[in-house]
Structure formats: structure tokens, C-alpha cells
């Protein structure tokens, strides 16, 4: 069975540095692209982040969080990291992470698995 479990998300004040990790299992996690989207209310997901596969281990980010948020992977672990930092009350959302087997694309239509989300509220 394949799993995608986000967590690291809660209630966060802004300016804080939350973690979120995707621990993954049922899928041969290095040869997938590991993306993390996020919803606010009423709207579409969104890609926000995403990190290829290991051998190339490129990151790519949305504008609104470059330069703010890390993506990484550990491979020992099938679980990728996503450090948020400078939390801004707009960042209130539920993030999702979700395995690509082709590249970053941010596309949700070339998702093959979504993990459930974890909710992040920021406090100004």
C-alpha cells in the first residue's frame, strides 16, 4: 500500500521555522520526484516546492517561498523535509506532499500519489 504521511504542521507563530516531513513507504521512493503542494481555503492546490529524484537531487521552488523554504530528501528514511522559514500568516494552509515519477513539474494532473495533508496556521 502506498503512504504519503505529512506532519510538522500545528499552530505556528509568524517568523517561525517549522519542519514538515513526508515519510513514505509502498513505492521504490528514489525513483519518484517528491513534491509538496498547498490549498487555502476555497482554492486549488498549488505546487510550492519539489526535489527530483536522488541522483540529481535538484530543488525547485514557487516564488512566493523561494528563498525561505528548503526542500530535501533522505533516502535511508523515504522521507523528504520541507524547513519553512519567515512563516507569514498568508502561509496558513494545508500542505501536502505527493510523488512524481517523472519530473518536478507542479502539474496535479502528473501526480501518481498524494499523501494526506497537514495543517499549518500562522499567528500574526
Do not use: H
Request: net charge negative; proline share 4%.
Amino acid at each position: 500500500e502506498v503512504q504519503l504521511q505529512a506532519s510538522g504542521g500545528g499552530l505556528v507563530q509568524a517568523g517561525g521555522s517549522p519542519r514538515l516531513s513526508c515519510a513514505t513507504s509502498g513505492f521504490s521512493f528514489d525513483d519518484y520526484a517528491i513534491a509538496w503542494f498547498r490549498q487555502f481555503p476555497g482554492k486549488v492546490r498549488e505546487g510550492i516546492s519539489c526535489i527530483t529524484i536522488p541522483s540529481e537531487g535538484v530543488p525547485w521552488y514557487e516564488d512566493d517561498v523561494k528563498g525561505r523554504f528548503t526542500i530535501s530528501r533522505e533516502s535511508a528514511k523515504n522521507t523528504v523535509y520541507l524547513q519553512m522559514n519567515t512563516l507569514k500568516p498568508e502561509d496558513t494552509a494545508v500542505y501536502y506532499c505527493a510523488a512524481d515519477e517523472g519530473r518536478c513539474s507542479f502539474l496535479r494532473s502528473a501526480i501518481d500519489y498524494w499523501g494526506k495533508g497537514t495543517q499549518v496556521t500562522v499567528s500574526s
